[in-house]
Each structure stands twice: as C-alpha cells, then as structure tokens.
C-alpha cells in the first residue's frame, strides 16, 4: 500500500501561484512514478502531469505546460506541482497518484496509477 497526502492547496488571485505537495507513505517511494490529476466540479477527472521515478523524464497536459512544474524528492519522499501564471480555470480538486513503474512513464490516463490521495482544495479568483 501506498499513503498519499496532498497539501498546499489554497485561494490565490489569477496570475498567481501556489506550490502543492504530496507526501509518500508506506512503500519504497522511488519504485514509483509520480502524477497529479485534478477535477473542477461538474468535469471528468484529468490529467495535469508526472514525473518519472527519478525525476528525469515529465509530461503535461497541454493546458498547463509552461505554468506549472512537477518535481519530486525522493529523500523527502515527496513531489510537488509548481503552479504559476494561474487561471480561473484552473480552479479543482488536486490529486496526486502514484504508478509502480521505473521502465516507462505513465501517461495521462487515470487507470495507469493505482495509488490516489484524497485531494487539495485550489481556487483562483478572477
């Protein structure tokens, strides 16, 4: 089993930033590839980004690349989503979800990750 804890989340004016973390529990934290999904109300879940089990190799849904960054610390156990230039529209629950994989990164797909964290909390107004 793996424990997943998100934190960071908050209420931030557009064009700001927030930096979320994800806390690893209770498996060997470097044997997984790392992702985070969000969900606005009333939308399917989708995929934000993830970073590889060393933290070489990441891929982002288009909608945030070059505004947020992931990245992860495999002795804090911990990986983060840099948020900046945010938008109302990025406004959801966060999640971040962990992938038993060192040979090939995870795509977007939510059925790839068998591990979830209940979620954080991020709005920005407008």
């Known amino acids: 089993q793996v424990q997943l804890v998100e934190s960071g989340g908050g209420l931030v004016q557009a064009g700001g930033s927030l930096r979320l973390s994800c806390a690893a529990s209770?498996?060997?934290?470097?044997?997984?590839?790392m992702g985070w999904f969000r969900q606005a109300p009333g939308k399917e879940r989708e995929f934000v980004a993830v970073?590889?089990?060393?933290?070489?190799?990441?891929y982002y849904a288009d909608s945030v690349k070059g505004r947020f960054t992931i990245s992860r610390d495999n002795a804090k156990n911990t990986v983060y989503l840099q948020m900046n230039s945010l938008k109302p529209e990025d406004t959801a629950v966060y999640y971040c979800a962990a992938a038993r994989s060192r040979a090939v990164l995870p795509g977007p797909y939510g059925y790839a990750y068998g591990y979830w964290g209940q979620g954080t909390q991020v709005t920005v107004s407008s």
């Open positions: 209770g498996r060997t934290f470097s044997d997984y590839a």
């Open positions: 970073v590889s089990w060393n933290g070489g190799d990441t």
